[in-house]
């Protein structure tokens, strides 16, 4: 059994900044790609960004230059530092992971997700 347990979704300013956190835990072998999305109401579950094993990013365009994702392999935790918050950032943050547990199972496992409103 494997979950994620996301963490720092809130009230924000428009221009304001935050960190979501993921973490990992269960029986783990390995993570592979670890990432987030976002689900605004009314539509589809979009990705965020998304970070390799080895560091490797990629990011929607809609959040380039604004949006850092990073990883820590030795505490199983993804992390997305959200800068020059925009209304429209406003969705619930899913959190993501590729996990091969110590049966040798790979799951694609999500987060219960957490709520980024953006407002004034």
């Known amino acids: 059994q494997v979950q994620l347990v996301e963490s720092g979704g809130g009230l924000v300013q428009p221009g304001g900044s935050l960190r979501l956190s993921c973490a990992a835990s269960?029986?783990?072998?390995?993570?592979?790609?670890m990432g987030w999305y976002r689900q605004a109401p009314g539509r589809q579950r979009e990705l965020v960004a998304v970070?390799?094993?080895?560091?490797?990013?990629n990011y929607a365009d809609s959040v380039k230059g604004r949006f850092t994702v990073s990883r820590d392999n030795a505490r199983n935790t993804v992390y997305l530092s959200i800068n020059s918050l925009k209304p429209e950032d406003t969705a619930v943050y899913y959190c993501n992971a590729q996990i091969t547990t110590k049966q040798l199972r790979n799951l694609d496992v999500w987060g219960q997700g957490t709520l980024v409103t953006v407002s004034s």
């Open positions: 269960g029986t783990i072998f390995s993570i592979n790609a």
């Open positions: 970070i390799t094993k080895g560091g490797s990013t």
